[in-house]
């Protein structure tokens, strides 16, 4: 059983809730606050502040600490790579890579599948060593789905088959482990001029959307504002946006300082 977990961001949030529900006495490690926004205020992440506001007990991550307690853990989107001189001292932890090993290693696994049209979704559970996404594979599974995906909808799939699989995986912690083979192929982390449309056609500003509804949005600077993109439709709303090859139809949108809301709602608000 897992008694410790990793993570540091909003995906990993559903993920610690269930083990909470299914643990007892577990430990959180996550990352310090950091100063964000315009006005450099320093925020907790949304991992203590689950912890604080449901009295889990946690601790902020540093390569130099050792878990004596941890019999295995589990990592789902943290925030810190783990040096090899810590993995020698903690060496039981788990990582949830949403791809299905070895392809898609490394920052973005889903979005570069929903941008390289993949056609399957899965993900694999491994035990961390000092290569990225490298140690020995202990749970994988391949999951049917839908086109046109938006990247939460893949999160949202994962985490259930990750529910529904809870008793394998955990049943797999005692198995012999079968090392990740060849055929590798890595991915990249975005960054904020990869989430904007304006230079692109219809297709691939449609992929970006659906890509980045997660980590990003998806942006287009249009009429000299910034309209952030949530979700599209094939049906023209009201709002239409010229891009290379013909037009994409918004249907949820964060226009510029304002909040998220449905176009329709936006199209009433400026008539």
Known sequence: MFNYFFGSDSRSLSYLKFLNDNTKNLSVVTTAPIETGRGKKVKANIIETFCVENSIRFKYFNQTDIYEDMSNALCVSFKNIFSQEFLSKNNNIYNVHLSLLPKFKGPSPVETQILNNENNIGYSIFKIDEKVDSGPLI??????????????????????????????????????????NDNESFTNKFNKTDFCINKDDVKTAQKKIRAFDVVGPAYIIHNDKNIKIHKYTNSNLGLEIKLNDGYIFPSEITPQGRNRMKVEDYIRGIK
């Open 139 to 180: 749970f994988s599974n391949k999951i049917q789905h839908k086109n046109n995906l938006y990247a939460s909808d893949v999160y949202q799939y994962i985490f259930n088959d990750f529910i529904n699989s809870f008793n394998d995986i955990i049943e797999n912690l005692n198995s012999e482990l079968n090392k990740i």
